[in-house]
């Protein structure tokens, strides 16, 4: 079945160690996403792919960082962990060839910060 | 600015009773999509339906109903003889094309979720 996938499901991390979240695709979507979403909230987007062209959330730390070397693959790149970026992280697709389309989520990575 | 509420933060039924999420949005636009997805304890978010402005008729999918409203701004959730595998937080969400930076650049505006819970 095509889909999003997301390694690791959990990754623990320490404070200030470098982690990349990695998302997989066979949807062949144009669109790439990736949201924050902490305890009992909605999710947050990050930023977004749209092929190669990139497009950062205006309220997105610098520490956070993204990397698309191919359609299929994207990944999130924290590069000083801090205790409040733990939280799922969750990447998503769309096609991207026409308007309004519904977002395809991958099952989340949760980042836990020692 | 675009926003979604969702009023009910946790609501708990008991297997098959019928059980209605609210959802409310906010857009100056008039042309503009509203969705519901649905998270699962696994952590996944599961689309469940997309619905445009210029469509107001009610659609129904098995147990599942959506009322739309635009009088009163409205995109409601009904889910009949609820099952224990409907438990999951469920997100209201909207884009618009204010939304959107360029073609294809979608940005879902999330409501703040409802936690269902069915009890056996």
């Known amino acids: 079945d095509a889909m999003v996938i997301q390694n690791p499901r959990y990754q623990v991390t320490q404070f200030g160690k470098p982690v990349t979240l990695s998302c997989s695709q066979t949807?062949?979507?144009?669109?790439m996403y990736w949201y924050q979403q902490k305890s009992s909230q909605a999710p947050k987007l990050l930023f977004h792919y749209y092929d190669k062209d990139f497009n950062n959330e205006a309220d997105t730390p610098d520490n956070f960082q993204s990397r698309r070397p191919n359609t299929s693959f994207c990944f999130l790149d924290i590069r000083s962990p801090g205790l409040g970026d733990a939280a799922m992280y969750l990447c998503?697709?769309?096609?991207?060839?026409?308007?309004?389309?519904?977002?395809?989520f991958g099952p989340g990575t949760r980042l836990t910060v020692l | 600015a675009q926003k979604v509420t969702q009023a009910q933060t946790e609501i708990s039924v008991v297997e098959k009773e019928d059980v209605t999420l609210d959802c409310v949005y906010e857009?100056?636009?008039?042309?503009?999509?509203l969705f519901w997805y649905k998270q699962p304890p696994s952590g996944e978010l599961v689309f469940l339906i997309r619905?445009?402005?210029?469509?107001?008729q009610n659609e129904i999918s098995g147990r599942y109903s959506w009322n739309f409203q635009k009088s009163t701004s409205s995109f409601n959730f009904t889910i009949t003889a609820s099952q224990v595998v409907d438990s999951a937080v469920y997100f209201c969400?909207?884009?618009?094309?204010?939304?959107?930076?360029?073609?294809?650049?979608?940005?879902?505006?999330f409501g703040t979720g409802t936690r269902l819970t069915i009890i056996p």
């Open positions: 949807l062949n979507h144009n669109v």
């Open positions: 969400a909207l884009t618009t094309s204010l939304t959107i930076s360029n073609f294809g650049n979608e940005k879902l505006t």
């Open positions: 998503a697709t769309s096609e991207g060839d026409t308007e309004y389309n519904e977002q395809f």
């Open positions: 857009t100056r636009d008039t042309t503009y999509y």
């Open positions: 619905r445009n402005s210029f469509d107001e």
